[in-house]
């Protein structure tokens, strides 16, 4: 039996990496993680390569799709922004970003408190065009994360797409 004092040795606290990951990315990776939002005091976040694009910090997270585009060549942020699904027709407006992303780009998309409500079928449609499985699934407050590439294929090995799950962490090799 221990009796006071007595001490133990603590284990060290683990090393925080790129975008919370909990070991290190291999080399010649990008790091992300996507989270997807729910009701008014959890908020989606968008992480590439430790920068936190999207998210309640930078103030540019909202109701509805969030969507970040990322240069794959160069790992930078190309363009950021979010659609309300709930009060209002964004799906034009969406649709139009998601064409507007340039070749050889990373979209990432998560979905914060209501994703469905007024997504048209139109928008449905690029999206599935862009590989999605699970978008004419997404309902009112359903968790949605999603990545796909423009001009490119990403490994057959990427988890791309999360349903019903609101965290999401990915490694993707960069290109040489």
């Not at 363009?79 to 992303?101: E, H, K, L, R, V």
């Not at 699970?134 to 796909?148: A, G, L, Y």
Request: aromatic residues 10%; positive net charge; glycine residues 8%.
């Amino acid at each position: 039996m221990l009796t006071p004092p007595f001490l133990f040795a603590a284990a060290p606290a683990p090393k925080r990496q790129k975008c919370d990951h909990w070991t290190p990315c291999p080399l010649n990776t990008y790091a992300y993680r996507l989270l997807s939002g729910g009701g008014k005091d959890k908020y989606a976040k968008i992480c590439f390569e430790d920068e936190l694009l999207m998210g309640e910090k930078t103030r540019n997270v909202g109701r509805g799709i969030n969507i970040a585009i990322v240069n794959y060549m160069t790992g930078k942020a190309i363009a950021t922004q979010y659609f309300d699904m709930f009060g209002g027709d964004n799906s034009g407006p969406m649709m139009n970003f998601i064409q507007s992303a340039p070749p050889k780009s990373l979209l990432f998309m998560v979905t914060q408190d209501d994703g469905a409500s007024r997504l048209k079928e139109d928008a449905k449609k690029v999206i599935e065009a862009l590989g999605s499985k699970q978008i004419r699934n997404i309902r009112f407050r359903s968790s949605w994360v999603f990545i796909t590439a423009k001009g490119f294929e990403l490994p057959a090995d990427i988890q791309r797409e999360n349903g019903g799950v609101h965290v999401a962490l990915f490694r993707i090799p960069v290109l040489t």
